[in-house]
């Protein structure tokens, strides 16, 4: 395909398709020239650098993320709503939460949604500076949360192309990890019951996580409105 032929939109919809499957180490514009049946010249003329091309990759999915509305509902309910859809856009996209550790990430799809949850803390009744650390609480929160599914996609794709050595060795560090935490009197016992399932849900792990966190939001509106603050 011609540059004259592709749009910044075709390279970056593509660019978020190659990082889906290979994660950020497998774009690259030879990769993604190919995936456009255009030589990577013809991509560089629109982006520059991969730097961009991965700031408007992750911009473009933050349009994913459904921004719930406190009027139709409630602070809480929209609060929550748009923390899960957060959650599952990253769960969708392992990349970008490794993205953050290394790009300058930015752009109005961001900003959009950094904006929505700012007015959603003010509308429960926070102050601005208030709001602006419960909407950072609840970011850093979903954030780290999707970071054991991204890194689960990254070892099973290392694994993929690894063959039975990397399995091999993937089994041996999984023995010498337990080997260790016998040590300790409480993962022991975790790992000697049932109760050793209890990092198979990462779901309901997130939910607990996520009313947790609402629910000291509501406590410290609360403590706020009795001392009239």
Excluded: C
């Excluded at 490794?98 to 949850?117: M, N």
């Excluded at 970071?147 to 041996?172: F, I, K, M």
């Excluded at 040590?183 to 947790?212: M, Q």
């Amino acid at each position: 395909m011609p540059r004259s032929t592709l749009t910044p939109d075709q390279i970056v919809r593509s660019a978020i398709e190659l990082l889906d499957e290979e994660g950020l180490d497998g774009l690259n514009m030879r990769a993604l020239g190919k995936r456009l049946d255009a030589a990577a010249t013809a991509v560089y003329w629109h982006i520059k650098t991969k730097d961009d091309l991965v700031r408007l990759a992750a911009d473009a999915v933050w349009s994913e993320v459904n921004l719930s509305d406190p009027r139709r509902s409630d602070w809480r309910t929209a609060a929550a709503t748009t923390a899960r859809s957060l959650h599952a856009m990253l769960i969708r996209h392992p990349w970008l939460s490794q993205a953050f550790a290394a790009y300058l990430l930015y752009g109005p799809g961001k900003s959009r949604h950094d904006d929505h949850t700012l007015a959603i803390y003010e509308s429960a009744g926070f102050t601005p500076a208030a709001a602006d650390r419960a909407a950072a609480a609840v970011l850093m929160y979903v954030l780290g949360s999707a970071l054991a599914p991204a890194a689960q996609v990254s070892l099973n794709r290392r694994l993929a192309t690894g063959g039975p050595d990397a399995a091999r060795s993937l089994d041996e560090a999984m023995a010498h990890a337990v080997e260790i935490a016998r040590g300790f009197p409480h993962l022991r016992e975790r790992i000697d019951s049932p109760a050793a399932d209890y990092a198979g849900t990462p779901e309901s792990s997130f939910e607990f996580g996520l009313k947790a966190i609402l629910d000291g939001f509501e406590a410290e509106l609360e403590t706020g409105a009795e001392n009239g603050s």
